[in-house]
Nanobody
Framework: QVQLVESGGGLVQAGGSLRLSCAASGGAFSSYAMGWFRQAPGKEREFVASISWSGGNTYYADSVKGRFTISRDNARNTVYLQMRALRPQDTAVYYC???????????????????WGQGTQVTVSS
């Protein structure tokens, strides 16, 4: 099973940018679809973005379309989430996930499926 470690979270002002990274090890990274999810205090974990194993297909939650960009570097076993025009409502713990299924199927992926990282905190101040 692949192990995932997120980094890049932090505190940023509204309108600012952050780039999250997720480094994978212990598995065939290039065979997995990868995704980002987030969980705000008191709320359920929600889908943010996903990308197919090849990087050719990407999927986004409506709330982040046009502001966030997911990408991957299979040579570096890393997936990224570039976040721009951040809003206070983007504040959450962001989790990286890997799935043997498709990038599209990750939009409805459950927490008990696939592999997950430990999360990285993103805080957007107003």
């Amino acid at each position: 099973q692949v192990q995932l470690v997120e980094s890049g979270g932090g505190l940023v002002q509204a309108g600012g940018s952050l780039r999250l990274s997720c480094a994978a090890s212990g598995g065939a990274f290039s065979s997995y679809a990868m995704g980002w999810f987030r969980q705000a205090p008191g709320k359920e974990r929600e889908f943010v973005a996903s990308i197919s194993w090849s990087g050719g297909n990407t999927y986004y939650a409506d709330s982040v379309k046009g502001r966030f960009t997911i990408s991957r570097d299979n040579a570096r076993n890393t997936v990224y989430l570039q976040m721009r025009a951040l809003r206070p409502q983007d504040t959450a713990v962001y989790y990286c996930a890997a799935s043997a299924g498709t990038g599209g199927a990750m939009m409805i992926m459950h927490e008990n499926e696939g592999s997950w990282g430990q999360g990285t905190q993103v805080t957007v101040s107003s």
